[in-house]
T-cell receptor, first 117, second 109 residues
Framework: GAVVSQHPSWVICKSGTSVKIECRSL??????MFWYRQFPKQSLMLMAT?????????EQGVEKDKFLINHASLTLSTLTVTSAHPEDSSFYIC?????????????FGEGSRLTVL | AQRVTQPEKLLSVFKGAPVELKCNYS??????LFWYVQYSRQRLQLLLR??SRESIKGFTADLNKGETSFHLKKPFAQEEDSAMYYC???????????FGTGTKLQVIP
């Protein structure tokens, strides 16, 4: 149980277009979902914390107009990279905690690799 | 502010040797500490939590509040332990989880 699925797993787009990445909790309800960015051979960088039904909380230095996060339901959060540029190319990962557990464990998606040409 | 420091980017040990992955934290309240692991081409997954005081795959970690540390240890490294290890900290309610920069463990056969 407690599976998080991201879609798409990889995407290539042209510079200037927008890309949406979905993060779904398949068998549990997630009160909070987190979005990260991971550069090659580097750590996770927390971008934002997303709570169902409310605005996302962005980390310092992350442009909220550039990275739009929507958490419309307890099982779905989306990250939209608007007007993507080559420097936005990265590996984006989401995680979620299970509303039904109080362990604090995060369940991670498999990640989405974005390449902007 | 909460902060997690993993001083080593890479740790190479021989198979059968002891392993210690260091993690220090900064947090004003009572922290919850975790170790996550990412094996090659797999997603991140929880390895262990300080609150459960368990041993997973031979790994243990003790929370030392005096030294604000949560080092991960294993007495005898195995090749399958080679992976990226992340220390993470959360406050009560788990609203924000902060990850360290990660340590790559390389076990040499």
């Amino acid at each position: 149980g407690a599976v998080v699925s991201q879609h798409p797993s990889w995407v290539i787009c042209k510079s200037g277009t927008s890309v949406k990445i979905e993060c779904r909790s398949l068998d549990f309800q997630a009160t909070t979902m987190f979005w990260y960015r991971q550069f090659p051979k580097q750590s996770l960088m927390l971008m934002a914390t997303s709570n169902e039904g409310s605005k996302a909380t962005y980390e310092q230095g992350v442009e909220k107009d550039k990275f739009l996060i929507n958490h419309a339901s307890l099982t779905l959060s989306t990250l939209t990279v608007t007007s993507a540029h080559p420097e936005d190319s990265s590996f984006y990962i989401c995680s979620a905690n299970d509303r039904g557990r109080s362990t604090g464990e995060l369940f991670f998606g498999e990640g989405s690799r974005l390449t902007v040409l | 502010a909460q902060r997690v420091t993993q001083p080593e980017k890479l740790l190479s040990v021989f198979k059968g040797a002891p392993v210690e992955l260091k993690c220090n934290y900064s947090y004003s309240g009572s922290p919850e500490l975790f170790w996550y692991v990412q094996y090659s081409r797999q997603r991140l997954q929880l390895l262990l939590r300080h609150i459960s005081r368990e041993s997973i795959k031979g790994f243990t970690a003790d929370l030392n509040k005096g030294e604000t540390s949560f080092h991960l240890k294993k007495p005898f490294a195995q090749e399958e332990d080679s992976a990226m290890y992340y220390c993470a900290l959360s406050g009560r309610g788990y609203q924000k989880v902060t990850f360290g920069t990660g340590t790559k463990l390389q076990v040499i056969p």
